[in-house]
């Protein structure tokens, strides 16, 4: 069946560090991929999408590139902030399937 | 404006009880969904509806009922409720076609006791 697979969590990091969170997704078709983001008490809001290969997806200093070959949707930002601090969730959708597959989270504390 | 709005959003009850969770979205999306989340964030969809009608249900219990009066509404009732169901439950919608992005609520804290 499809699934997503994330770094497993928690991430701590210094203020202004390079922060990179994997992201790998199996699936029969060709999915449309996106980040997720879930600051604390707060619902998902979404963060980037990517919808076909080699499409770059960025928000906020954050970027995300659609890798077919490798099958991957790997989150960056090159200097993360405090506020940066949340659960960040990688998922993908199929056409006409209506629902989104979850990655199990990766929590993310960035210390000043 | 609030794109989709979930009411309450805190509900504590104890086991056996009955509760409604209520969802509305302005955005004017054909599709909407229930989404659990569980102790460890893992989150996993429940229901989905289009034009008001069931497209998924995914092994839920059918304690769980979902109702759409409209298509701006999805509303989650809960019967018998049961420790398990503690969770925080997420709705969103997405429009039908594309990308199928989905937009989420604030989420409804469930606490059974």
């Known amino acids: 069946g499809d699934s997503v697979t994330q770094m497993e969590g928690p991430v701590t990091l210094s203020e202004e560090a390079f922060l990179t969170i994997n992201c790998t997704y199996t699936a029969t078709g060709y999915p449309s991929l996106f980040w997720y983001v879930q600051y604390p008490g707060e619902g998902l809001q979404l963060l980037l999408k990517?919808?076909?290969?080699?499409d770059k997806g960025s928000n906020k200093g954050f970027e995300a590139t659609y890798r077919k070959e490798t099958t991957s949707f790997h989150l960056e930002k090159g200097s993360v902030q405090v506020s940066d601090s949340a659960v960040y969730f990688c998922a993908l959708s199929l056409q006409g399937a209506q629902k989104l597959v979850f990655g199990q989270g990766t929590r993310l504390t960035i210390n000043p | 404006d609030t794109a989709v709005s979930q009411t309450p959003k805190y509900l504590v009850t104890q086991m056996g009880n009955d509760k409604s969770i209520k969802c509305e979205q302005n955005l004017g999306h054909d599709t909407m969904y229930w989404y659990k989340q569980d102790s460890k964030k893992f989150l996993k969809i429940m229901f989905s509806y289009n034009n008001k009608e069931l497209i998924i249900n995914e092994t839920v219990p059918n304690r769980f009922s979902p109702k759409s009066p409209d298509k701006a509404h999805l509303n989650l009732h809960i019967n018998s409720l049961e420790l398990g169901d503690s969770a925080v439950y997420f709705c969103?919608?997405?429009?039908?076609?594309?990308?199928?992005?989905?937009?989420f609520g604030p989420g409804t804290r469930l606490t059974v006791t």
């Open positions: 969103a919608s997405s429009q039908e076609t594309g990308s199928y992005e989905q937009y």
């Open positions: 990517a919808t076909k290969a080699d």
